[in-house]
């Protein structure tokens, strides 16, 4: 009860990478618990530059949890107080059930994957969407204010 795993993903890998499934395959196994994981995903709606329609099947990357039956907080990233809320929530399932659960945090990204990524390039309408709006911080601040 003092230990809290918590695992952070992005959107791209959680849905892509396999040991994502095979770790949740074992996660209900009798005598192997940590007694659930708080997933906190950053679902900044692009793999690589790739949105999400073109890099999974599914409608959302946290329907893999769904293989568990993990329940998922869907968040929209935009308000810090939210997320919070979300997050105290999923806290207080995990600590009341002991099972994994998913925080599904709907953002942007505001630059490229790296520095050598341009994602204007590949999804020219979004990213002038996201170019013509303020940052999360000063949205918020001038909330606060």
Avoid at 75 to 94: F, L, S
Avoid at 105 to 127: K, Q, S, V
């Amino acid at each position: 009860d003092d230990i809290l795993c918590v695992q952070v993903h992005g959107d791209a890998a959680l849905a892509g990478q396999g040991i994502n499934q095979e770790t949740l395959q074992i996660a209900n196994v009798p005598h192997y618990s940590v007694g659930g994981s708080l997933h906190l995903v950053i679902n900044n709606q692009l793999g690589f530059t790739s949105p999400g329609e073109r890099g999974r099947s599914s409608r959302h990357c946290t329907d893999l949890a769904k293989q568990i039956g993990a329940p998922v907080i869907h968040v929209n990233g935009d308000h810090p107080e939210e997320v919070v809320k979300a997050t105290r929530i999923a806290m207080e399932y995990r600590n009341q059930f002991r099972k994994d659960v998913f925080v599904n945090m709907i953002c942007f990204r505001r630059w490229g994957h790296n520095e050598l990524d341009d994602p204007t390039f590949t999804n020219p309408a979004l990213y002038s969407v996201i170019h013509a709006r303020r940052s999360v911080p000063d949205e918020y601040s001038d909330r606060l204010v």
